[in-house]
């Protein structure tokens, strides 16, 4: 299985960026998929997460500026990001939690390549 992230980039602040995230290989089925990002010396942390059925979860700071979309056929993710803000600067993760094509479904997370995305002031 692998997580093909797209998109990022530089931006001003106050513009907009958007992310594609596909998951291919031996997937069963896709539970959640979402974002995260990360800054040098800080942990990882969710930027916003949607399940099979679409229900979303966001972290509070991107609330009402970020909007998080998938394509169960496609096995997409896409974050569109408006209003971005300097403290948004980092590097963005996609995330899949899915089920393989084996004998036991197995469950497992991956994780993409990572893309930055850096906003200036």
């Known amino acids: 299985v692998q997580l093909q992230a797209s998109g990022g980039g530089l931006v001003q602040a106050g513009g907009s960026l958007k992310l594609s995230c596909t998951a291919s290989?031996?997937?069963?089925?896709?539970?959640?998929m979402g974002w995260y990002r990360q800054v040098p010396g800080k942990q990882r942390e969710l930027v916003a997460a949607v399940t099979s059925s679409g229900s979303t979860d966001y972290t509070d700071s991107v609330t009402g500026r970020f909007t998080i979309s998938r394509d169960n056929a496609k096995n997409t993710v896409t974050l569109q990001m408006n209003r971005l803000k300097p403290e948004d600067t980092a590097v963005y993760y996609c995330?899949?939690?899915?089920?393989?094509?084996?004998?036991?479904?197995?469950?497992?997370?991956?994780w993409g390549q990572g893309t930055q995305v850096t906003v200036s002031s």
């Open positions: 290989g031996n997937i069963f089925v896709i539970n959640t």
């Open positions: 995330n899949a939690d899915l089920r393989v094509k084996d004998f036991w479904r197995t469950q497992r997370v991956y």
